[in-house]
Protein backbone atom coordinates (compact mmCIF):
# COMPACT_ATOMS: atom_id res chain seq x y z
CA UNK A 1 0.00 0.00 0.00
CA UNK A 2 2.67 2.22 0.83
CA UNK A 3 4.22 1.74 -2.50
CA UNK A 4 1.36 2.35 -4.33
CA UNK A 5 0.84 5.58 -2.40
CA UNK A 6 4.38 6.39 -2.88
CA UNK A 7 3.70 6.28 -7.26
CA UNK A 8 0.69 7.91 -7.30
CA UNK A 9 2.08 10.86 -5.41
CA UNK A 10 5.21 10.79 -8.07
CA UNK A 11 2.54 10.82 -11.05
CA UNK A 12 0.49 13.28 -8.75
CA UNK A 13 3.67 16.00 -9.07
CA UNK A 14 4.47 14.98 -12.42
CA UNK A 15 0.88 15.55 -13.72
CA UNK A 16 1.43 18.92 -12.09
CA UNK A 17 4.78 19.98 -13.32
CA UNK A 18 3.35 19.75 -17.02
CA UNK A 19 -0.11 21.15 -16.38
CA UNK A 20 1.89 24.18 -15.06
CA UNK A 21 3.99 24.42 -18.29
CA UNK A 22 0.43 23.79 -20.45
CA UNK A 23 -1.58 26.58 -17.96
CA UNK A 24 1.36 29.53 -18.25
CA UNK A 25 1.74 29.05 -21.88
CA UNK A 26 -1.50 29.21 -22.16
CA UNK A 27 -2.55 32.18 -19.95
CA UNK A 28 0.44 34.30 -21.20
CA UNK A 29 -0.34 34.25 -24.72
CA UNK A 30 -3.87 36.15 -24.06
CA UNK A 31 -3.43 39.64 -24.24
CA UNK A 32 -1.33 42.23 -22.55
CA UNK A 33 -2.51 42.48 -18.73
CA UNK A 34 -0.59 46.12 -19.84
CA UNK A 35 -3.24 47.55 -22.31
CA UNK A 36 -5.85 46.67 -19.55
CA UNK A 37 -3.94 48.48 -16.27
CA UNK A 38 -2.24 51.54 -17.93
CA UNK A 39 -3.95 54.53 -19.00
CA UNK A 40 -3.52 54.74 -22.23
CA UNK A 41 -2.27 58.46 -21.66
CA UNK A 42 0.11 57.54 -19.86
CA UNK A 43 3.68 57.85 -21.02
CA UNK A 44 6.32 55.51 -22.49
CA UNK A 45 8.37 55.34 -19.36
CA UNK A 46 5.46 54.73 -16.87
CA UNK A 47 4.36 52.01 -19.18
CA UNK A 48 8.12 50.42 -19.21
CA UNK A 49 8.51 50.97 -15.56
CA UNK A 50 5.66 48.90 -15.03
CA UNK A 51 6.24 46.09 -17.46
CA UNK A 52 9.90 46.03 -16.06
CA UNK A 53 8.13 45.80 -12.33
CA UNK A 54 6.45 42.90 -13.49
CA UNK A 55 8.67 41.16 -15.16
CA UNK A 56 7.21 41.30 -18.52
CA UNK A 57 9.63 42.09 -20.26
CA UNK A 58 11.88 38.84 -19.35
CA UNK A 59 11.73 35.70 -22.21
CA UNK A 60 8.62 33.43 -21.40
CA UNK A 61 10.78 30.79 -20.34
CA UNK A 62 12.47 33.12 -17.15
CA UNK A 63 8.77 33.83 -16.48
CA UNK A 64 7.81 30.78 -15.66
CA UNK A 65 11.12 29.74 -14.22
CA UNK A 66 10.54 32.81 -11.67
CA UNK A 67 6.78 31.37 -11.10
CA UNK A 68 7.87 28.42 -10.18
CA UNK A 69 10.48 28.81 -8.15
CA UNK A 70 8.11 31.55 -6.16
CA UNK A 71 5.38 28.59 -6.25
CA UNK A 72 7.54 26.45 -4.64
CA UNK A 73 7.93 28.73 -1.96
CA UNK A 74 4.54 29.52 -1.39
CA UNK A 75 4.23 32.39 -3.32
CA UNK A 76 1.63 32.71 -6.34
CA UNK A 77 2.49 36.44 -6.99
CA UNK A 78 0.30 39.47 -6.61
CA UNK A 79 -3.35 40.75 -8.17
CA UNK A 80 -2.80 43.18 -11.07
CA UNK A 81 -5.91 44.38 -10.05
CA UNK A 82 -6.63 43.72 -6.38
CA UNK A 83 -2.89 44.73 -5.78
CA UNK A 84 -2.71 41.60 -2.37
CA UNK A 85 -1.35 38.42 -2.70
CA UNK A 86 -3.13 35.93 -5.00
CA UNK A 87 -3.52 32.92 -2.56
CA UNK A 88 -4.50 35.46 -0.11
CA UNK A 89 -7.12 36.35 -2.89
CA UNK A 90 -8.28 32.87 -3.55
CA UNK A 91 -8.35 31.94 -0.40
CA UNK A 92 -10.93 34.50 0.83
CA UNK A 93 -13.41 32.94 -2.03
CA UNK A 94 -12.62 29.75 -1.69
CA UNK A 95 -15.38 28.98 1.52
CA UNK A 96 -18.40 30.55 -0.53
CA UNK A 97 -17.00 28.27 -3.43
CA UNK A 98 -16.31 25.06 -0.75
CA UNK A 99 -19.55 25.81 0.76
CA UNK A 100 -22.07 26.25 -2.50
CA UNK A 101 -20.36 23.11 -3.97
CA UNK A 102 -20.49 20.60 -0.59
CA UNK A 103 -24.30 21.34 -0.57
CA UNK A 104 -25.05 20.87 -3.92
CA UNK A 105 -23.52 17.66 -4.04
CA UNK A 106 -25.10 16.93 -1.00
CA UNK A 107 -28.73 17.43 -2.50
CA UNK A 108 -27.74 15.74 -5.52
CA UNK A 109 -26.49 12.40 -3.59
CA UNK A 110 -29.08 12.16 -1.11
CA UNK A 111 -31.83 12.34 -3.63
CA UNK A 112 -30.17 10.59 -6.42
CA UNK A 113 -28.72 7.69 -4.67
CA UNK A 114 -32.14 6.17 -3.26
CA UNK A 115 -33.92 7.58 -6.96
CA UNK A 116 -32.03 5.65 -9.01
CA UNK A 117 -31.75 2.87 -6.73
CA UNK A 118 -35.62 2.62 -6.80
CA UNK A 119 -35.15 3.46 -10.80
CA UNK A 120 -33.26 0.28 -11.33
CA UNK A 121 -35.27 -1.99 -9.08
CA UNK A 122 -38.41 -1.81 -10.74
CA UNK A 123 -37.51 -0.33 -14.10
CA UNK A 124 -40.92 -1.10 -15.53
CA UNK A 125 -43.21 1.14 -13.19
CA UNK A 126 -44.67 4.62 -13.39
CA UNK A 127 -42.70 6.01 -10.79
CA UNK A 128 -39.10 4.83 -12.38
CA UNK A 129 -40.17 6.55 -15.62
CA UNK A 130 -41.07 9.50 -13.80
CA UNK A 131 -37.58 9.40 -12.39
CA UNK A 132 -35.70 8.89 -15.57
CA UNK A 133 -37.85 11.92 -17.12
CA UNK A 134 -36.37 14.29 -13.93
CA UNK A 135 -33.01 13.50 -14.87
CA UNK A 136 -33.38 13.59 -18.49
CA UNK A 137 -34.43 17.75 -17.47
CA UNK A 138 -31.27 17.69 -15.36
CA UNK A 139 -29.14 16.62 -17.82
CA UNK A 140 -31.14 19.37 -20.84
CA UNK A 141 -31.82 22.41 -19.46
CA UNK A 142 -29.03 25.20 -19.33
CA UNK A 143 -28.24 25.86 -15.48
CA UNK A 144 -28.58 29.40 -16.46
CA UNK A 145 -31.76 29.35 -17.40
CA UNK A 146 -33.16 27.12 -14.41
CA UNK A 147 -31.30 30.14 -12.41
CA UNK A 148 -33.20 32.64 -13.71
CA UNK A 149 -36.35 30.69 -13.56
CA UNK A 150 -35.94 29.87 -9.68
CA UNK A 151 -35.50 33.21 -9.42
CA UNK A 152 -38.21 34.67 -11.38
CA UNK A 153 -40.25 31.99 -9.10
CA UNK A 154 -38.96 32.08 -5.47
CA UNK A 155 -37.21 35.98 -5.53
CA UNK A 156 -39.57 37.69 -7.90
CA UNK A 157 -42.95 36.45 -7.77
CA UNK A 158 -43.39 34.78 -4.48
CA UNK A 159 -40.55 36.66 -2.31
CA UNK A 160 -39.61 34.24 -0.08
CA UNK A 161 -36.02 33.57 -0.60
CA UNK A 162 -32.85 36.39 -1.98
CA UNK A 163 -32.16 36.60 -5.91
CA UNK A 164 -28.38 36.73 -4.99
CA UNK A 165 -25.96 37.22 -2.94
CA UNK A 166 -24.73 35.89 0.20
CA UNK A 167 -25.80 35.37 3.79
CA UNK A 168 -23.99 36.98 6.89
CA UNK A 169 -20.89 34.56 7.65
CA UNK A 170 -19.76 33.23 10.63
CA UNK A 171 -16.82 30.02 11.66
CA UNK A 172 -14.89 29.31 9.20
CA UNK A 173 -16.17 31.57 6.72
CA UNK A 174 -19.56 30.06 5.99
CA UNK A 175 -22.83 30.94 6.27
CA UNK A 176 -24.50 27.92 6.91
CA UNK A 177 -24.72 28.46 10.66
CA UNK A 178 -27.68 30.56 10.22
CA UNK A 179 -31.16 30.98 8.94
CA UNK A 180 -30.33 33.63 6.85
CA UNK A 181 -27.47 32.22 5.21
CA UNK A 182 -29.18 29.26 4.44
CA UNK A 183 -31.98 31.40 2.33
CA UNK A 184 -29.40 32.83 0.28
CA UNK A 185 -27.57 29.69 -0.28
CA UNK A 186 -30.59 27.15 -1.43
CA UNK A 187 -31.35 28.61 -5.11
CA UNK A 188 -27.58 28.56 -6.34
CA UNK A 189 -27.38 25.21 -4.27
CA UNK A 190 -30.06 23.47 -5.87
CA UNK A 191 -29.13 24.85 -9.23
CA UNK A 192 -25.92 23.70 -9.64
CA UNK A 193 -27.03 19.76 -8.23
CA UNK A 194 -29.12 19.66 -10.96
CA UNK A 195 -27.04 18.37 -13.25
CA UNK A 196 -25.21 16.09 -11.22
CA UNK A 197 -28.79 14.95 -9.95
CA UNK A 198 -29.47 13.55 -13.40
CA UNK A 199 -26.06 11.87 -13.67
CA UNK A 200 -26.58 10.53 -10.39
CA UNK A 201 -29.43 8.84 -11.48
CA UNK A 202 -28.59 7.24 -14.34
CA UNK A 203 -25.51 5.78 -13.02
CA UNK A 204 -26.97 4.69 -10.23
CA UNK A 205 -30.02 2.99 -11.68
CA UNK A 206 -27.72 1.21 -14.66
CA UNK A 207 -25.66 0.10 -12.09
CA UNK A 208 -28.51 -1.06 -9.73
CA UNK A 209 -30.65 -3.05 -12.96
CA UNK A 210 -26.95 -4.90 -13.96
CA UNK A 211 -26.35 -6.20 -10.12
CA UNK A 212 -30.32 -6.83 -9.39
CA UNK A 213 -29.51 -9.66 -12.38
CA UNK A 214 -26.15 -11.28 -11.08
CA UNK A 215 -25.43 -14.51 -9.43
CA UNK A 216 -24.94 -13.23 -5.60
CA UNK A 217 -28.34 -11.41 -5.52
CA UNK A 218 -30.39 -14.39 -6.52
CA UNK A 219 -28.26 -16.24 -3.87
CA UNK A 220 -28.99 -14.02 -1.34
CA UNK A 221 -32.73 -13.80 -2.12
CA UNK A 222 -32.38 -17.68 -2.16
CA UNK A 223 -31.29 -17.64 1.24
CA UNK A 224 -34.25 -15.87 2.47
CA UNK A 225 -32.97 -12.30 3.09
CA UNK A 226 -35.47 -9.49 3.02
CA UNK A 227 -35.58 -7.42 0.04
CA UNK A 228 -34.12 -4.13 2.35
CA UNK A 229 -31.19 -6.26 3.48
CA UNK A 230 -30.89 -7.25 -0.53
CA UNK A 231 -30.40 -4.06 -1.85
CA UNK A 232 -28.84 -2.15 1.65
CA UNK A 233 -26.03 -5.19 1.53
CA UNK A 234 -25.23 -6.28 -1.89
CA UNK A 235 -26.76 -3.98 -4.38
CA UNK A 236 -25.58 -0.82 -2.88
CA UNK A 237 -22.23 -2.25 -1.71
CA UNK A 238 -21.22 -3.06 -5.30
CA UNK A 239 -22.41 -0.11 -6.95
CA UNK A 240 -20.15 2.07 -4.09
CA UNK A 241 -16.97 2.17 -6.74
CA UNK A 242 -18.77 3.90 -9.53
CA UNK A 243 -20.76 6.25 -6.93
CA UNK A 244 -17.79 7.17 -5.61
CA UNK A 245 -15.58 8.27 -8.37
CA UNK A 246 -18.63 10.12 -10.14
CA UNK A 247 -18.72 11.88 -6.69
CA UNK A 248 -14.90 12.52 -6.06
CA UNK A 249 -14.93 14.10 -10.23
CA UNK A 250 -17.65 15.67 -9.97
CA UNK A 251 -17.49 17.21 -6.32
CA UNK A 252 -14.21 18.92 -8.07
CA UNK A 253 -15.66 19.93 -11.23
CA UNK A 254 -18.44 22.04 -9.43
CA UNK A 255 -15.94 23.21 -7.27
CA UNK A 256 -13.76 24.74 -9.76
CA UNK A 257 -16.11 25.28 -12.73
CA UNK A 258 -19.50 26.70 -10.25
CA UNK A 259 -19.06 29.83 -12.83
CA UNK A 260 -22.43 30.00 -14.39
CA UNK A 261 -24.14 29.49 -11.06
CA UNK A 262 -21.53 31.83 -9.19
CA UNK A 263 -22.19 34.77 -11.96
CA UNK A 264 -26.44 34.53 -11.83
CA UNK A 265 -26.51 34.29 -8.39
CA UNK A 266 -23.75 37.02 -7.87
CA UNK A 267 -22.37 34.47 -5.09
CA UNK A 268 -18.67 35.63 -4.42
CA UNK A 269 -16.83 32.59 -4.80
CA UNK A 270 -14.02 31.36 -7.13
CA UNK A 271 -15.88 31.11 -10.25
CA UNK A 272 -16.59 34.79 -9.96
CA UNK A 273 -13.26 35.94 -9.31
CA UNK A 274 -11.90 33.75 -12.29
CA UNK A 275 -14.20 35.97 -14.55
CA UNK A 276 -13.41 39.04 -13.12
CA UNK A 277 -9.48 37.98 -13.79
CA UNK A 278 -10.33 37.19 -17.50
CA UNK A 279 -12.00 40.52 -18.10
CA UNK A 280 -9.41 42.31 -16.27
CA UNK A 281 -6.70 39.98 -18.02
CA UNK A 282 -5.13 39.09 -13.86
CA UNK A 283 -2.83 37.02 -15.12
CA UNK A 284 -1.79 35.93 -11.70
CA UNK A 285 -4.71 35.16 -10.63
CA UNK A 286 -5.51 33.35 -13.71
CA UNK A 287 -2.17 30.95 -13.77
CA UNK A 288 -2.70 30.35 -9.86
CA UNK A 289 -6.43 29.42 -9.96
CA UNK A 290 -6.18 26.86 -12.86
CA UNK A 291 -3.22 25.32 -11.22
CA UNK A 292 -4.96 25.26 -7.97
CA UNK A 293 -7.55 23.17 -9.83
CA UNK A 294 -5.24 21.12 -10.99
CA UNK A 295 -4.02 19.90 -7.62
CA UNK A 296 -7.43 19.47 -6.62
CA UNK A 297 -8.65 17.19 -9.45
CA UNK A 298 -5.03 15.25 -8.45
CA UNK A 299 -6.09 14.93 -4.93
CA UNK A 300 -9.57 14.23 -5.25
CA UNK A 301 -8.16 11.52 -7.74
CA UNK A 302 -6.07 9.80 -5.62
CA UNK A 303 -8.72 9.92 -2.57
CA UNK A 304 -11.00 8.24 -4.83
CA UNK A 305 -8.46 5.25 -5.59
CA UNK A 306 -7.50 5.26 -2.07
CA UNK A 307 -11.38 4.80 -1.02
CA UNK A 308 -11.58 1.77 -3.85
CA UNK A 309 -9.53 -0.23 -1.38
CA UNK A 310 -11.93 0.37 1.18
CA UNK A 311 -15.19 -0.93 -0.73
CA UNK A 312 -13.47 -3.63 -2.20
CA UNK A 313 -10.85 -6.41 -0.97
CA UNK A 314 -9.94 -7.34 -3.67
CA UNK A 315 -8.26 -3.94 -4.71
CA UNK A 316 -6.48 -4.02 -1.49
CA UNK A 317 -5.10 -7.80 -2.08
CA UNK A 318 -4.07 -6.57 -5.76
CA UNK A 319 -2.82 -3.43 -4.49
CA UNK A 320 -0.61 -5.53 -1.58
CA UNK A 321 0.59 -8.03 -4.36
Known amino acids: MLGFLLGRLAQAVLVVLVMSVVVFLGVYAIGNPIDVLIDPAATQAIRAALIRQYGLDLPLWQQYL ?60 PSSRAIMAISTVGFSVPTFWVGLLLILLFAVELRVLPSGGRGP ?23 LSLFKLGLLIRLVRAGTEEVMGSEHVRFARAQGLPERQVVGLHVLKNIGIPIVTVFGLEFGSTLAFAVVTETVFNWPGMGKLIIESITSLDRPVMVAYLIL ?29
Not at 86 to 112: N, Q
Request: proline share 5%; net charge positive.
Open 66 to 125: RFLNAVVHGDFGSSFVFRIPVLTLILSRLPATLELATTAMVIATVLGVPLGIWAGYRPDS
Open 169 to 191: VGFLGLSIWTLEGWKYLLLPALN
Open 293 to 321: VVLLFVMINLVVELTYGLLDPRIRAGRGR
